[in-house]
Protein backbone atom coordinates (compact mmCIF):
# COMPACT_ATOMS: atom_id res chain seq x y z
CA UNK A 1 0.00 0.00 0.00
CA UNK A 2 1.57 3.63 -0.43
CA UNK A 3 1.66 4.86 2.80
CA UNK A 4 -0.95 7.69 4.16
CA UNK A 5 -1.65 8.97 7.39
CA UNK A 6 -4.85 8.40 9.55
CA UNK A 7 -5.58 12.18 8.91
CA UNK A 8 -6.01 11.70 5.13
CA UNK A 9 -7.93 8.52 6.27
CA UNK A 10 -10.25 10.48 8.38
CA UNK A 11 -10.81 13.11 5.96
CA UNK A 12 -11.89 10.63 3.26
CA UNK A 13 -14.52 9.78 6.00
CA UNK A 14 -15.00 13.40 7.14
CA UNK A 15 -13.85 12.81 10.41
CA UNK A 16 -11.11 13.93 12.07
CA UNK A 17 -8.53 11.66 14.91
CA UNK A 18 -6.39 13.12 17.61
CA UNK A 19 -2.91 11.58 16.33
CA UNK A 20 -1.62 11.56 13.04
CA UNK A 21 0.25 7.97 12.21
CA UNK A 22 1.59 6.91 9.31
CA UNK A 23 0.03 3.86 7.58
CA UNK A 24 1.66 1.14 5.50
CA UNK A 25 -2.20 -1.27 4.96
CA UNK A 26 -5.44 -2.15 6.14
CA UNK A 27 -6.52 -5.35 7.92
CA UNK A 28 -9.84 -6.78 8.73
CA UNK A 29 -8.66 -9.75 10.81
CA UNK A 30 -6.31 -9.65 13.65
CA UNK A 31 -4.06 -12.52 12.60
CA UNK A 32 -2.94 -11.02 9.95
CA UNK A 33 -1.97 -7.85 11.17
CA UNK A 34 1.28 -6.25 10.59
CA UNK A 35 2.96 -2.62 11.89
CA UNK A 36 1.65 0.30 11.05
CA UNK A 37 -1.66 -1.10 9.96
CA UNK A 38 -4.86 0.56 10.33
CA UNK A 39 -7.20 -2.26 12.16
CA UNK A 40 -10.50 -2.17 10.78
CA UNK A 41 -13.04 -3.51 13.37
CA UNK A 42 -15.55 -5.09 11.79
CA UNK A 43 -18.89 -5.56 13.24
CA UNK A 44 -20.30 -9.64 11.34
CA UNK A 45 -22.71 -11.92 12.02
CA UNK A 46 -20.75 -14.19 14.64
CA UNK A 47 -17.97 -11.85 15.44
CA UNK A 48 -17.45 -8.17 16.52
CA UNK A 49 -14.46 -7.18 15.48
CA UNK A 50 -13.43 -4.76 17.86
CA UNK A 51 -13.24 -7.62 20.72
CA UNK A 52 -9.71 -7.96 18.72
CA UNK A 53 -9.10 -4.76 19.03
CA UNK A 54 -6.34 -5.28 22.05
CA UNK A 55 -4.77 -8.15 19.85
CA UNK A 56 -4.04 -5.93 16.78
CA UNK A 57 -2.48 -3.06 18.78
CA UNK A 58 -0.35 -5.98 20.16
CA UNK A 59 0.91 -6.87 17.08
CA UNK A 60 1.80 -3.34 16.06
CA UNK A 61 -1.10 -2.22 14.42
CA UNK A 62 -1.20 1.74 14.75
CA UNK A 63 -4.66 3.24 14.51
CA UNK A 64 -8.20 1.60 14.16
CA UNK A 65 -11.37 1.83 12.43
CA UNK A 66 -14.48 1.68 15.30
CA UNK A 67 -17.78 2.62 15.20
CA UNK A 68 -17.21 3.48 19.42
CA UNK A 69 -14.23 4.97 21.39
CA UNK A 70 -12.12 1.55 22.84
CA UNK A 71 -10.32 1.97 25.79
CA UNK A 72 -7.08 1.38 24.45
CA UNK A 73 -4.04 3.76 24.01
CA UNK A 74 -4.25 3.91 20.07
CA UNK A 75 -5.18 6.27 17.59
CA UNK A 76 -8.55 5.64 16.97
CA UNK A 77 -11.13 6.89 13.84
CA UNK A 78 -14.63 6.50 15.10
CA UNK A 79 -17.26 6.31 12.61
CA UNK A 80 -21.16 4.96 12.65
CA UNK A 81 -20.58 1.92 10.80
CA UNK A 82 -16.94 0.37 10.08
CA UNK A 83 -18.04 -1.38 6.97
CA UNK A 84 -19.12 1.30 4.83
CA UNK A 85 -15.92 3.61 6.37
CA UNK A 86 -13.91 0.52 4.79
CA UNK A 87 -15.83 1.07 1.42
CA UNK A 88 -15.01 4.98 1.14
CA UNK A 89 -11.09 3.98 2.21
CA UNK A 90 -11.01 1.58 -0.65
CA UNK A 91 -12.74 3.82 -3.12
CA UNK A 92 -10.74 6.83 -2.47
CA UNK A 93 -7.83 5.06 -2.12
CA UNK A 94 -8.32 3.51 -5.82
CA UNK A 95 -8.38 7.28 -7.10
CA UNK A 96 -4.75 7.40 -5.77
CA UNK A 97 -3.70 4.59 -8.34
CA UNK A 98 -2.68 5.00 -12.30
CA UNK A 99 -2.93 1.43 -12.62
CA UNK A 100 -5.03 -0.34 -15.17
CA UNK A 101 -7.32 -2.14 -13.96
CA UNK A 102 -8.98 -5.27 -14.97
CA UNK A 103 -12.53 -7.09 -13.60
CA UNK A 104 -13.24 -10.51 -13.93
CA UNK A 105 -16.18 -12.25 -13.23
CA UNK A 106 -18.31 -15.60 -14.36
CA UNK A 107 -19.59 -18.95 -12.52
CA UNK A 108 -16.10 -21.00 -13.79
CA UNK A 109 -13.00 -19.72 -15.06
CA UNK A 110 -12.54 -16.49 -12.99
CA UNK A 111 -8.92 -17.57 -11.25
CA UNK A 112 -7.49 -19.00 -14.08
CA UNK A 113 -8.23 -16.00 -15.84
CA UNK A 114 -6.86 -14.07 -13.31
CA UNK A 115 -3.76 -16.00 -13.16
CA UNK A 116 -3.44 -16.22 -16.86
CA UNK A 117 -3.41 -12.16 -16.59
CA UNK A 118 -0.83 -11.97 -13.84
CA UNK A 119 1.58 -14.43 -15.99
CA UNK A 120 1.46 -12.25 -19.21
CA UNK A 121 1.44 -8.83 -17.49
CA UNK A 122 4.72 -6.97 -15.71
CA UNK A 123 4.51 -5.74 -12.57
CA UNK A 124 0.56 -6.48 -12.09
CA UNK A 125 -1.05 -7.41 -8.69
CA UNK A 126 -3.65 -9.73 -8.60
CA UNK A 127 -6.59 -11.01 -6.78
CA UNK A 128 -4.69 -13.21 -3.69
CA UNK A 129 -5.74 -16.68 -3.25
CA UNK A 130 -9.63 -16.58 -3.29
CA UNK A 131 -10.36 -13.03 -1.69
CA UNK A 132 -12.89 -12.11 -4.76
CA UNK A 133 -15.34 -10.95 -2.01
CA UNK A 134 -16.64 -7.25 -1.34
CA UNK A 135 -14.34 -6.81 1.66
CA UNK A 136 -11.35 -9.02 -0.41
CA UNK A 137 -11.79 -6.88 -3.17
CA UNK A 138 -10.94 -3.93 -0.92
CA UNK A 139 -7.98 -5.71 0.97
CA UNK A 140 -6.83 -6.24 -2.45
CA UNK A 141 -6.90 -2.60 -3.77
CA UNK A 142 -5.01 -2.16 -0.49
CA UNK A 143 -1.91 -4.19 -1.54
CA UNK A 144 -1.28 -2.08 -4.09
CA UNK A 145 1.24 0.88 -4.27
CA UNK A 146 2.42 3.26 -7.01
CA UNK A 147 4.66 0.28 -8.52
CA UNK A 148 1.55 -1.51 -9.66
CA UNK A 149 0.82 -1.33 -13.41
CA UNK A 150 -2.17 -3.09 -13.34
CA UNK A 151 -4.62 -4.45 -10.99
CA UNK A 152 -6.37 -7.63 -12.00
CA UNK A 153 -9.42 -8.74 -9.72
CA UNK A 154 -12.01 -10.99 -9.30
CA UNK A 155 -15.82 -10.22 -8.61
CA UNK A 156 -17.32 -13.26 -6.94
CA UNK A 157 -21.05 -13.28 -7.39
CA UNK A 158 -22.51 -14.36 -4.14
CA UNK A 159 -25.63 -12.39 -3.60
CA UNK A 160 -27.77 -9.55 -5.60
CA UNK A 161 -25.62 -6.96 -6.11
CA UNK A 162 -22.35 -8.15 -5.54
CA UNK A 163 -20.53 -7.43 -8.80
CA UNK A 164 -21.99 -4.44 -9.47
CA UNK A 165 -20.59 -2.50 -6.15
CA UNK A 166 -17.26 -4.11 -6.46
CA UNK A 167 -17.12 -3.09 -10.01
CA UNK A 168 -18.28 0.46 -8.90
CA UNK A 169 -15.47 0.86 -6.56
CA UNK A 170 -12.47 -0.59 -8.88
CA UNK A 171 -14.36 1.33 -11.67
CA UNK A 172 -12.37 -0.98 -14.28
CA UNK A 173 -10.34 -0.22 -17.65
CA UNK A 174 -11.47 -3.68 -19.28
CA UNK A 175 -13.64 -6.79 -18.16
CA UNK A 176 -14.20 -10.22 -18.81
CA UNK A 177 -17.13 -12.22 -18.33
CA UNK A 178 -16.05 -15.96 -17.97
CA UNK A 179 -18.78 -18.98 -17.96
CA UNK A 180 -21.82 -19.32 -16.80
CA UNK A 181 -23.34 -21.82 -14.25
CA UNK A 182 -25.90 -22.37 -11.62
CA UNK A 183 -24.21 -21.25 -8.33
CA UNK A 184 -25.77 -19.88 -5.24
CA UNK A 185 -28.97 -20.73 -6.48
CA UNK A 186 -30.86 -20.25 -3.21
CA UNK A 187 -29.68 -16.63 -3.53
CA UNK A 188 -31.02 -15.56 -6.81
CA UNK A 189 -34.53 -15.93 -8.90
CA UNK A 190 -32.71 -17.92 -11.72
CA UNK A 191 -29.95 -18.29 -14.03
CA UNK A 192 -30.82 -15.81 -16.33
CA UNK A 193 -30.97 -12.93 -12.69
CA UNK A 194 -27.17 -14.46 -12.43
CA UNK A 195 -26.42 -13.82 -15.64
CA UNK A 196 -27.84 -10.50 -15.69
CA UNK A 197 -26.11 -9.78 -12.56
CA UNK A 198 -22.66 -11.04 -14.07
CA UNK A 199 -23.23 -8.68 -16.55
CA UNK A 200 -23.19 -5.26 -13.99
CA UNK A 201 -19.55 -5.51 -14.28
CA UNK A 202 -19.95 -3.23 -17.82
CA UNK A 203 -21.83 -0.91 -16.19
CA UNK A 204 -18.90 0.40 -14.79
CA UNK A 205 -16.37 -0.25 -17.02
CA UNK A 206 -14.55 3.29 -18.30
CA UNK A 207 -13.63 1.63 -21.97
CA UNK A 208 -16.74 0.06 -23.29
CA UNK A 209 -14.33 -1.77 -26.24
CA UNK A 210 -12.41 -3.59 -23.40
CA UNK A 211 -15.50 -5.60 -22.66
CA UNK A 212 -15.63 -9.27 -23.29
CA UNK A 213 -17.61 -12.23 -23.02
CA UNK A 214 -17.69 -15.84 -23.24
CA UNK A 215 -20.49 -15.90 -25.87
CA UNK A 216 -20.92 -19.33 -26.13
CA UNK A 217 -23.76 -18.46 -23.75
CA UNK A 218 -27.68 -17.56 -25.34
CA UNK A 219 -28.03 -15.92 -21.78
CA UNK A 220 -25.20 -13.48 -22.13
CA UNK A 221 -25.61 -13.03 -25.90
CA UNK A 222 -29.10 -11.63 -25.26
CA UNK A 223 -27.72 -9.08 -22.48
CA UNK A 224 -24.79 -8.05 -24.87
CA UNK A 225 -24.49 -4.86 -27.13
CA UNK A 226 -21.00 -3.25 -27.78
CA UNK A 227 -19.20 -6.00 -26.10
CA UNK A 228 -16.84 -8.93 -27.69
CA UNK A 229 -18.11 -12.10 -27.89
CA UNK A 230 -15.30 -14.90 -27.22
CA UNK A 231 -15.77 -18.84 -27.00
CA UNK A 232 -16.26 -22.81 -29.26
CA UNK A 233 -19.03 -21.24 -31.19
CA UNK A 234 -18.10 -20.27 -34.94
CA UNK A 235 -20.23 -17.04 -34.38
CA UNK A 236 -18.48 -15.37 -31.82
CA UNK A 237 -15.44 -12.29 -32.83
CA UNK A 238 -12.74 -14.73 -31.23
CA UNK A 239 -13.31 -18.21 -32.51
CA UNK A 240 -11.59 -21.28 -30.24
CA UNK A 241 -10.44 -24.06 -32.46
CA UNK A 242 -8.21 -26.81 -33.26
CA UNK A 243 -8.11 -28.13 -29.61
CA UNK A 244 -5.33 -30.38 -28.51
CA UNK A 245 -4.81 -32.42 -24.76
CA UNK A 246 -1.85 -33.54 -23.34
CA UNK A 247 -0.37 -34.12 -20.16
CA UNK A 248 1.54 -30.78 -19.81
CA UNK A 249 -0.95 -28.12 -21.32
CA UNK A 250 -2.94 -27.70 -24.30
CA UNK A 251 -2.19 -26.66 -28.01
CA UNK A 252 -5.38 -24.47 -29.85
CA UNK A 253 -6.50 -21.93 -32.01
CA UNK A 254 -7.83 -18.10 -32.01
CA UNK A 255 -9.30 -17.20 -35.34
CA UNK A 256 -7.03 -19.65 -36.69
CA UNK A 257 -3.52 -18.20 -34.95
CA UNK A 258 -1.86 -21.36 -32.95
CA UNK A 259 -1.29 -20.59 -29.15
CA UNK A 260 -0.01 -22.94 -26.49
CA UNK A 261 -0.46 -23.18 -23.05
CA UNK A 262 0.36 -25.08 -19.65
CA UNK A 263 -2.60 -25.20 -18.15
CA UNK A 264 -5.05 -28.73 -18.94
CA UNK A 265 -8.62 -28.80 -19.84
CA UNK A 266 -10.19 -27.51 -23.16
CA UNK A 267 -11.94 -25.20 -21.39
CA UNK A 268 -8.89 -23.87 -20.45
CA UNK A 269 -8.39 -22.67 -24.53
CA UNK A 270 -11.57 -20.61 -24.01
CA UNK A 271 -10.56 -18.67 -20.84
CA UNK A 272 -7.07 -17.85 -23.30
CA UNK A 273 -9.08 -16.91 -25.48
CA UNK A 274 -11.07 -14.24 -23.70
CA UNK A 275 -7.16 -12.90 -22.41
CA UNK A 276 -6.24 -13.04 -25.82
CA UNK A 277 -8.47 -10.80 -27.48
CA UNK A 278 -8.07 -8.38 -24.62
CA UNK A 279 -4.40 -8.41 -24.55
CA UNK A 280 -4.94 -7.53 -28.25
CA UNK A 281 -6.79 -4.59 -27.61
CA UNK A 282 -4.48 -3.34 -24.98
CA UNK A 283 -1.78 -3.98 -27.64
CA UNK A 284 0.59 -5.60 -25.20
CA UNK A 285 3.34 -7.53 -27.15
CA UNK A 286 2.74 -10.73 -28.68
CA UNK A 287 5.32 -12.04 -27.02
CA UNK A 288 4.73 -11.54 -23.68
CA UNK A 289 1.42 -12.73 -24.01
CA UNK A 290 2.93 -16.18 -25.56
CA UNK A 291 5.17 -16.48 -22.98
CA UNK A 292 2.63 -15.75 -20.14
CA UNK A 293 0.54 -18.06 -21.50
CA UNK A 294 3.04 -21.14 -21.15
CA UNK A 295 4.11 -20.09 -17.47
CA UNK A 296 0.46 -19.81 -15.55
CA UNK A 297 1.51 -20.66 -12.13
CA UNK A 298 -2.61 -21.70 -10.81
CA UNK A 299 -4.12 -20.78 -7.34
CA UNK A 300 -4.03 -23.58 -4.90
CA UNK A 301 -6.74 -26.29 -5.17
CA UNK A 302 -7.17 -25.94 -9.00
CA UNK A 303 -6.64 -29.17 -11.35
CA UNK A 304 -3.30 -29.71 -9.34
CA UNK A 305 -1.02 -32.89 -10.54
CA UNK A 306 -0.13 -34.50 -7.75
CA UNK A 307 1.56 -38.24 -6.48
CA UNK A 308 0.17 -39.79 -3.20
CA UNK A 309 1.46 -42.82 -2.93
CA UNK A 310 1.08 -45.01 -6.07
CA UNK A 311 -1.70 -43.56 -6.94
CA UNK A 312 -1.53 -39.56 -9.31
CA UNK A 313 -4.12 -37.21 -8.15
CA UNK A 314 -6.30 -34.60 -9.52
CA UNK A 315 -6.99 -32.22 -6.76
CA UNK A 316 -9.60 -29.94 -7.95
CA UNK A 317 -11.17 -29.04 -4.35
CA UNK A 318 -12.15 -25.22 -4.41
CA UNK A 319 -15.61 -25.53 -5.63
CA UNK A 320 -18.13 -27.16 -7.69
CA UNK A 321 -21.12 -27.11 -9.88
CA UNK A 322 -21.82 -28.95 -12.71
CA UNK A 323 -20.02 -27.36 -15.30
CA UNK A 324 -16.60 -27.37 -13.07
CA UNK A 325 -17.25 -30.86 -12.68
CA UNK A 326 -17.65 -31.70 -16.12
CA UNK A 327 -14.29 -29.50 -17.07
CA UNK A 328 -12.35 -31.69 -14.44
CA UNK A 329 -13.71 -35.10 -15.52
CA UNK A 330 -12.69 -34.02 -19.03
CA UNK A 331 -9.25 -33.74 -18.04
CA UNK A 332 -9.42 -37.03 -16.02
CA UNK A 333 -9.90 -38.82 -18.87
CA UNK A 334 -7.95 -37.07 -21.40
CA UNK A 335 -4.77 -37.62 -19.29
CA UNK A 336 -2.31 -40.09 -20.89
CA UNK A 337 -1.89 -42.16 -17.99
CA UNK A 338 -1.60 -46.32 -17.72
CA UNK A 339 -3.96 -47.45 -15.15
CA UNK A 340 -7.57 -46.99 -14.09
CA UNK A 341 -8.97 -43.76 -13.59
CA UNK A 342 -11.52 -43.21 -10.52
CA UNK A 343 -12.95 -39.98 -9.28
CA UNK A 344 -14.25 -38.99 -5.44
CA UNK A 345 -16.68 -36.17 -5.84
CA UNK A 346 -18.45 -33.98 -3.18
CA UNK A 347 -21.94 -33.09 -3.47
CA UNK A 348 -21.96 -29.60 -4.94
CA UNK A 349 -24.05 -27.14 -2.60
CA UNK A 350 -26.32 -24.50 -3.03
CA UNK A 351 -27.59 -25.18 -6.23
CA UNK A 352 -31.33 -24.05 -4.37
CA UNK A 353 -34.24 -25.74 -6.95
CA UNK A 354 -31.77 -27.05 -9.61
CA UNK A 355 -29.81 -29.60 -6.86
CA UNK A 356 -31.42 -32.44 -8.50
CA UNK A 357 -30.85 -31.65 -12.09
CA UNK A 358 -27.50 -30.51 -11.80
CA UNK A 359 -26.55 -33.57 -9.89
CA UNK A 360 -28.02 -35.81 -12.26
CA UNK A 361 -26.21 -34.13 -15.37
CA UNK A 362 -23.22 -34.83 -13.72
CA UNK A 363 -24.02 -38.29 -13.34
CA UNK A 364 -24.81 -38.97 -16.32
CA UNK A 365 -21.99 -37.48 -17.90
CA UNK A 366 -20.02 -40.21 -15.59
CA UNK A 367 -22.39 -42.79 -17.57
CA UNK A 368 -20.49 -42.15 -20.59
CA UNK A 369 -17.38 -42.11 -19.66
CA UNK A 370 -14.43 -44.32 -19.02
CA UNK A 371 -14.47 -44.41 -15.15
CA UNK A 372 -13.81 -47.36 -13.46
CA UNK A 373 -15.83 -46.30 -9.65
CA UNK A 374 -17.09 -42.80 -8.30
CA UNK A 375 -17.01 -42.36 -4.92
CA UNK A 376 -19.29 -39.24 -3.12
CA UNK A 377 -19.76 -37.53 -0.05
CA UNK A 378 -23.26 -36.89 0.55
CA UNK A 379 -26.74 -37.25 -0.32
CA UNK A 380 -27.52 -35.54 -3.23
CA UNK A 381 -25.34 -38.21 -5.61
CA UNK A 382 -26.94 -40.68 -3.76
CA UNK A 383 -30.57 -39.51 -4.25
CA UNK A 384 -30.36 -38.98 -7.78
CA UNK A 385 -28.55 -41.86 -8.88
CA UNK A 386 -31.96 -43.98 -9.39
CA UNK A 387 -32.82 -41.06 -11.97
CA UNK A 388 -29.36 -41.51 -14.21
CA UNK A 389 -27.84 -43.38 -17.02
CA UNK A 390 -25.23 -44.34 -14.60
CA UNK A 391 -24.74 -48.25 -13.77
CA UNK A 392 -25.37 -48.38 -9.89
CA UNK A 393 -22.40 -50.94 -9.14
CA UNK A 394 -20.13 -48.23 -10.35
CA UNK A 395 -20.85 -45.93 -7.22
CA UNK A 396 -20.19 -46.10 -3.37
CA UNK A 397 -22.06 -43.05 -1.37
CA UNK A 398 -20.72 -42.40 1.85
CA UNK A 399 -22.36 -39.91 4.26
CA UNK A 400 -19.95 -38.36 6.27
CA UNK A 401 -16.26 -37.04 5.35
CA UNK A 402 -14.65 -39.62 7.85
CA UNK A 403 -16.37 -42.21 6.57
CA UNK A 404 -15.02 -41.20 3.27
CA UNK A 405 -11.85 -40.64 4.47
CA UNK A 406 -11.25 -44.09 6.09
CA UNK A 407 -12.01 -45.29 2.88
CA UNK A 408 -9.91 -43.58 0.14
CA UNK A 409 -6.60 -43.40 2.48
CA UNK A 410 -6.44 -47.17 0.76
CA UNK A 411 -6.89 -46.45 -2.86
CA UNK A 412 -3.89 -44.29 -2.76
CA UNK A 413 -1.62 -47.99 -2.26
CA UNK A 414 -2.78 -48.75 -6.51
CA UNK A 415 -1.57 -46.99 -9.20
CA UNK A 416 -4.79 -45.33 -10.55
CA UNK A 417 -5.64 -41.81 -11.45
CA UNK A 418 -8.29 -39.96 -8.89
CA UNK A 419 -9.63 -36.79 -9.74
CA UNK A 420 -10.99 -35.24 -6.10
CA UNK A 421 -13.30 -32.65 -6.69
CA UNK A 422 -15.39 -30.96 -4.21
CA UNK A 423 -17.28 -27.88 -3.24
CA UNK A 424 -15.29 -25.64 -0.61
CA UNK A 425 -17.32 -26.52 2.57
CA UNK A 426 -16.41 -30.10 2.34
CA UNK A 427 -12.35 -29.24 1.97
CA UNK A 428 -11.48 -32.46 -0.01
CA UNK A 429 -8.11 -31.50 -0.30
CA UNK A 430 -8.20 -32.41 3.22
CA UNK A 431 -8.26 -36.40 1.84
CA UNK A 432 -4.55 -35.94 0.65
CA UNK A 433 -2.68 -32.96 3.03
CA UNK A 434 -1.71 -34.92 5.80
CA UNK A 435 1.58 -35.97 7.52
CA UNK A 436 3.55 -38.88 4.61
CA UNK A 437 0.91 -38.03 1.95
Request: with cysteine; net charge negative.
Amino acid sequence: MKNLSSSVIASWLGTSVDVDVSLDGVKVDSRFVEKNDLFVCLLGERVDGHAYARLALEKGAACLLVDRHLDLDIPQIIVGDTLEALRRIAREYRKTLNAFFIGITGSNGKTSTKDILHAILPNSVATYKNQNTEIGTYLNLFRMDSMTEYGILEFGLDYEGDVALMSSIVEPDAALIMSLAPAHMANFNSIEHIASEKFMIFDSLTNDDLGFYQGDFSLYRALASTQHSFGFDDSNEYVVSDVVLNNVGIDFKVNGVSYASNLLGKHQASNCAGVIALMEKMNIDDALIRHGLMNVGLTELRTEIVEVGKSLVLLDAYKSNASSTKYALDILVNYDFDGDKIAVLSDMVEMGEESLNVHLDVLNELARLDIKHVYTLGYEFNDALGESDLDASKLTNFDSFEALDAFVQSLFDTKQMILIKGSRSHALECLIRKEGK
